[in-house]
């Protein structure tokens, strides 16, 4: 039977624990947390690939002549040594040239990811991530006037477009609101620092983070692609029909051996 002294001593370890442990928990947590939202350069292959690739050589910041990228460092929260970006600071300025991204030697960022049908490596085919707006904190979803990150993106009326709305508040005016789109938005940021809302309303969130999935078994009739689709799952059925037929016909004819 544990003495009077040994089970104060037990509560006091304990109470160090929760202390000390959760501090160390509660850091952890924390750190997947942050690590979970890192914003990489352009042409970054996916997350884990990126982490494996990457030999942490700082090449990528060095070329970067807006100061956009940073190497992350113990407390960072993120993989210490590589490279990422916070827009609401310093945005990318998304480089015709693409310095940082031509500048890597390990092949952790690839020009082959900002090429599309072909055709050279292009910035505006980067996905670094995809701008998300919080419409209650956004001032033109309440009807206030504000084109601040329509204005100041790079690819003004194809990343985001202005819809109309009648404010039905009001009755007479009409909302300008912005809208993303997600094929063609790169994940800068530019919008992000842009805004003028004190916690910016619009923010770039890493593409797992931002993006949803309806999964195969629903199709758009309406498109092409899709309706394709339709097409070829018809024919694997007939196929396979036409596979079962051929073995039904073999067992009814009794054409095989035992
Ligand atoms: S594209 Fe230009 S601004 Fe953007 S991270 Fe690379 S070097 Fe910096
Ligand atoms: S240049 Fe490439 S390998 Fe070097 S830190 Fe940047 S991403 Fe990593
Ligand atoms: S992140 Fe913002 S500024 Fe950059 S392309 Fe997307 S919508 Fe435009």
């Known amino acids: 039977m544990a003495t009077r002294r040994k089970v104060i001593q037990r509560m006091m370890e304990g109470a160090v624990f929760m202390g ?7 850091k952890a947590i924390q750190t997947t947390t942050k690590a979970d939202y890192v914003l990489r350069p352009p042409g970054a292959l996916k997350e884990k690939n990126f982490l494996k690739a990457c030999i942490k050589c700082g090449q990528c910041v060095e070329a970067c002549p807006y100061d956009t990228l940073k190497l992350a460092e113990p407390g960072d929260g993120i993989a210490n040594g590589t490279p990422y970006f916070e827009p609401r600071s310093i945005p990318c300025y998304l480089c015709t040239d693409m310095p940082c991204t031509d500048s890597c030697p390990s092949g ?29 904190s956004c001032l033109a979803y309440w009807g206030i006037r504000c084109e601040a990150c329509y204005r100041a993106c790079p690819l003004i009326d194809k990343a985001i477009t202005l819809d109309y709305e009648v404010n039905k508040r009001t009755g007479m005016h009409a909302k300008l609101l912005p809208i993303v789109h997600s094929d063609v938005c790169t994940g800068c940021g530019v919008c992000e620092q842009s805004c003028i809302a004190e916690k910016a309303a619009i923010f770039v969130l890493p593409l797992d983070k931002s993006t949803g999935e309806v999964g195969d078994h629903y199709i758009k009739g309406w498109e092409k692609k899709d309706e394709n689709r339709i097409n070829d799952d018809v024919k694997k059925v007939d196929d396979e029909k036409d596979v079962e037929s051929a073995i039904d016909y073999l067992n009814d004819n009794d054409l095989i051996d035992d």
Do not use: F, Q, R, Y
């Not at 000390?20 to 928990?25: E, F, K, Q, S």
């Not at 072909?118 to 998300?132: Q, S, Y």
């Open 108 to 136: 952790a960022l690839d020009l082959k990811l900002l090429t599309k049908e072909e055709k050279p490596a292009d910035i505006n085919n980067a996905k670094m991530g995809l701008a998300v707006i919080h419409k209650e």
């Open 20 to 26: 000390t442990g959760g501090l160390i928990w509660g």
